[in-house]
Structures are given as structure tokens and as C-alpha cells.
């Protein structure tokens, strides 16, 4: 099994620690190939395609790409460049813009003429890739030519050298659709039965290369780098991701069994990121579908101050949180969820909500009324969902709230002077009873006092019983500082922060939603 790249660049694949000694000697092409290297071939592509099918996400997969490409190819330093489009996060990319981004092995492997949304380094700090960024791009006309070249059987002639190979940029300046390819170019180390658009690009000796940019050669020695060997990441589908390029220490080229190794490794790589890069995309979709479902402002009440917080799971959660003006102005406040997750919990959670604004508007003053109403549609339109559900009707002038829960978890006052939940009945949630009904609780808060209601999701992340999540709870409250006693926003920051610490609030493939609803009096 290979271990990972360490300081010192590691030997290639299958090589003895006899030969852990220069880069000349790790670049050195064996004369032949026993079947014991084969046997080991298979066995360390085994172990890091297992390594790599272990991630779950884009970003683990991209730097575990890098760190196991870098193994098999002896290089100690790598990047990852991504075409536009291919990183869910990214905004969309700006066409003709320059230096943006390390576009390098993008660009010359046959990327639209656009900026990439984001480079991966490996021992790359941020100010290198900035470094790379400013290297020339290379002429268009070598994308054309490695489609040309990709749909022919894969023998065509090799396609021309890029000024940048190695690093992916293309040149604005560059020659248009009639300029010849570099009569020097190559790809070279290819099995002859490869497709031309995967081949990879050697630039063995930068210093040495007089057809390289003077601006190539001095980013190279500036950044210590020698050689590099960029290997487009295309999908068995066609679809190109971007490129990796790996940096050498010293002049040299890869193998022809290096390079076959790597080349069998990014296949897999290709197909593993993009199965990943979709199934981020899809979250951010059904991400995005719920935010538009839930208020994209809190109203302007006299005599209250609101803010809220909402965290959602990878699939979409059936969380959501309202607060709707009414009249004799008073307030309607609610809270809750849908069972289950993914397109049809949020779907439901938007047709509940949706019926629940109209029956505040009719009965708002009856909280029961309104979830008894709730419960009924719930059962003839959507009877194989659940939910649970809290709704406040609120009069800010006496600062008296009148509520009903279903199933939900009661709210909490949060004062200077107390930290205590509302009493409300213990009720079971709309949909799991032929009837529902359950009285209502009523209660007068104090002026400069909050009512902090909230979803089950902020106890379940916790990973806690419900009780010791629940006690987890008061005790954030309770260590509010001053400042959250004014300002309601800064109350459900400091409460999600404390009971969700670090990376459990923002955990985005956590199945559980969170919502945080405070109302200042």
C-alpha cells in the first residue's frame, strides 16, 4: 500500500527505496515491467481508489485526487483547476476575464474561454496559486485540436504544445482559429489506445524550454518548481471537470507506467467527483427551493423586534418558522416541521405554512382553532405526512401570547430575571390522531423579555437526550450576554452557537433541520 506524499517527494508506484534518492533517478523508465510490478500496481490502485471512494464530498475527493496522483507520479506538489460550472459553491464565472483564477490546465485541455471557479492546491500556499495565476494562457486553437484529435480513434496525431500546458491558462493574445499548432507540441507516454483529449502534457525541463513564456520560467524558479505533468479530468461521458497538473522539484518526466497508473487512477477520480459534484448541487437546489419557501424578510411590528435563524439537512428538511401581521395589531408567530426530508417534506412544509398564514388571518385569536383547521387539511390533503407545529398569537401592546402546541417543543422566556419554558399542554403532532385538540396556554411576558421558539432539530444536533439537550438549552439562555437581552439577533446567534458549537450549527449533511424564532418585547 502507498503511503501519502510526506515533505520529500515519494518514489513512484512499485519503486524499491533503493531508488528514494534524486528526481532523475525517480523519473528513470524501467526496461520492463514483471508481473510481480503489475500485481503491486493493482494493489496500491486498489487501496487509494478505496481511499477515494470513502469520500464524500467534492473537496475531499479533489485533494484526495492530488495526494494520490502525487503518490504514484513521485511529485510532491500539485493543484486541481475546475471548469466553470463543475463547483456547486462557486458564483458563475465571468467570460474573457483574466488571471482570476490558476486556469491553466483548464484552459489547455479544452475548457470554454471562461475563468475557472476555483483551484485545489497541494503544498501550494494561496499566495503561489496566485503566482500561477499570472502565467500566459495558452491559444484556444489546442482545445479545438484535442476535439479534433478526441474524435477521431483515439491514434490521431498528438495534439500541439500548449505554452502553459502545465499550468492550464489561455493566453488572451493568443492566435485565433486559424493559427497552426506549435510544430513542437506533444503528449507524450500514452497508451497508444487512449483517447488524445486524456493524454497528459510533460514539460520536463521549464528552465530549459525557450518555447515556454519568460513568465512561465520565472513563476517556475521563483516557486521552486522544475517539470510538471497535467492530466485533464474528463468523465467516460465526455464531461471535462478541469485538470490536475503535478509540480516536480527537479527536471523529469513521468514513466510511461507512471503515467498509465495515473491515468487508470483519474478515471475513476473523474466519475467519483462528478457523481459528487451533483449530488452538491442538488442539495444546494433543494437548499435554495426551501429558503424561497420560508419569509424572506420578518415584519415590522410596533412593540416587537424578531430575527431567525434556519440551518437545513443535505436533502432538504420540512422545517420552517413564519411570522405574519394581523389584524388589531397583533401578531401571529409559528413554528414546525414535517416528518421525513428530501423534495416531498419540503413541498408539504411549503403547503402547510401556505394554510397556516390563512387560517391565522380567519381565527388567529383562536390558536387551537387554527391548529385543529391545520390538522384536518393535513389529514385529507397529505395522509401519509405528519408534522408538529406551534403557533403564538401575540398582542404586543400587553405583551400577552396566546399559544398552542402540537407535538412541538415548548418556547422559552429569556429575561434578565428568568429562564423558563412555556407550560404548554402535552399534545401529540397534527396527522398522528383521527382528532386532534388540546388546550391552549396563555401567558404575559415582561418588558425587555423574549419568546425564543425553536425546532426539535437544535436538540437532536446535539446529539444529547432530549432532556440533557433541553438543559444544554436553558443554559445557553441563561449565558446570554447583556447585549442579547437588547437585541434579539444577537440572542439567536449566541444560543445556536452555544448548544451547536463549531461545525455542528453549519453541518450541512446533518438530516435534521434547525430553526431559531426570537421575539423581543
Known amino acids: 500500500m502507498l503511503s501519502p506524499p510526506s515533505q520529500t517527494a515519494p518514489s513512484p508506484a512499485g519503486s524499491s527505496p533503493a531508488d528514494r534518492t534524486t528526481d532523475s533517478e525517480r523519473f528513470r523508465d524501467p526496461d520492463q515491467v514483471t ?87 497541494l503544498g501550494l500556499e494561496h499566495a503561489d496559486l496566485s503566482q500561477i495565476e499570472t502565467v500566459p494562457r495558452v ?56 483517447s488524445a483529449a486524456r493524454c497528459g502534457i510533460a514539460c520536463p525541463d521549464i528552465a530549459a524550454d525557450q518555447e515556454l513564456s519568460p513568465r512561465h520560467r520565472e513563476v517556475a524558479a521563483r ?23 503535478w509540480l516536480y522539484d527537479e527536471p523529469g518526466e513521468p514513466t510511461a507506467r507512471q ?32 429558503e424561497e419557501l420560508l419569509p424572506s424578510a420578518l415584519p415590522r411590528v410596533p412593540g416587537v423586534t424578531l430575527a431567525a435563524r434556519h440551518r437545513t439537512g443535505p436533502g432538504g428538511g420540512g422545517d420552517w418558522y413564519d411570522a405574519l401581521p394581523l389584524p388589531e395589531r397583533a401578531l401571529g408567530l409559528s413554528v414546525g416541521g414535517v416528518t421525513g426530508g428530501g423534495p416531498a417534506a419540503v413541498a408539504a412544509m411549503g403547503r402547510l405554512r401556505a394554510s397556516l398564514r390563512a387560517y391565522a388571518v380567519m381565527e388567529g385569536e383562536d390558536p387551537v382553532a387554527v391548529l385543529s383547521d391545520l390538522e384536518l387539511l393535513l389529514r385529507l390533503t397529505e395522509p401519509s405526512c405528519s408534522a408538529t407545529a406551534l403557533f403564538a398569537y401575540v398582542e404586543p401592546a400587553s405583551r400577552k401570547v396566546l399559544l398552542a402546541g402540537a407535538g412541538h417543543c415548548p418556547p422559552l422566556i429569556v429575561g434578565p430575571h428568568r429562564i423558563e419554558p412555556v407550560e404548554t399542554a402535552v399534545s401529540a403532532p397534527l396527522g398522528m390522531l383521527a382528532c386532534w385538540e388540546a388546550p391552549s396556554a396563555e401567558v404575559v411576558l415582561r418588558e425587555g423579555e423574549t419568546l425564543l421558539c425553536y425546532t426539535d432539530g437544535l436538540l437532536h444536533r446535539t446529539g ?41 450549527a453549519e453541518q450541512s449533511d446533518h438530516p435534521e433541520d434547525v430553526v431559531l424564532l426570537a421575539a423581543r418585547f
Open 139 to 194: 491559444s484556444a486553437a489546442y482545445a479545438r485540436v484535442l476535439d479534433r484529435e478526441s474524435g477521431a480513434d483515439g491514434a490521431g496525431s498528438a495534439p500541439p504544445r500548449a505554452d502553459a500546458a502545465s499550468q492550464g491558462t489561455t493566453s488572451p493574445d493568443a492566435p485565433g482559429d486559424t493559427a497552426a499548432p506549435d510544430a513542437g507540441a506533444r503528449c507524450t507516454g500514452a497508451p497508444p489506445s487512449a
Open 35 to 121: 508481473d510481480h510490478d503489475r500485481i503491486c500496481d493493482l494493489s496500491s490502485l486498489h487501496d487509494l481508489t478505496t481511499r477515494l471512494a470513502r469520500t464524500d464530498s467534492l473537496d475531499s475527493a479533489l485533494h484526495e485526487t492530488l495526494r494520490a496522483g502525487a503518490t504514484l507520479l513521485g511529485a510532491r506538489r500539485g493543484l486541481i483547476v475546475l471548469e466553470p460550472g463543475t463547483d456547486p459553491r462557486g458564483a458563475p464565472a465571468v467570460p474573457g476575464a483574466r488571471g482570476a483564477s490558476a486556469s491553466g490546465a483548464s484552459g489547455a485541455f479544452g475548457g470554454a474561454d471562461t475563468l475557472p471557479e476555483r483551484t485545489i492546491g
Open 223 to 245: 516557486l521552486g518548481y522544475a517539470a510538471t505533468y497535467a492530466v485533464p479530468l474528463i468523465t467516460d461521458g465526455g464531461t471535462r471537470l478541469g485538470a490536475a497538473v
Open 259 to 290: 503515467r498509465e497508473l495515473v491515468g487508470s487512477y483519474l478515471r475513476y477520480a473523474a466519475e467519483h467527483s462528478a457523481r459528487l459534484g451533483e449530488l452538491a448541487r442538488n442539495r444546494a437546489a433543494m437548499a435554495t427551493l426551501q
Open 464 to 504: 444529547d437526550s432530549m432532556d440533557r439537550a433541553f438543559a444544554r438549552l436553558r443554559s445557553a439562555a441563561a449565558s446570554a450576554p447583556r447585549a442579547a437581552h437588547q437585541d434579539p439577533d444577537v440572542l439567536v446567534e449566541h444560543v445556536l452557537r452555544t448548544v451547536l458549537p463549531g461545525r455542528l
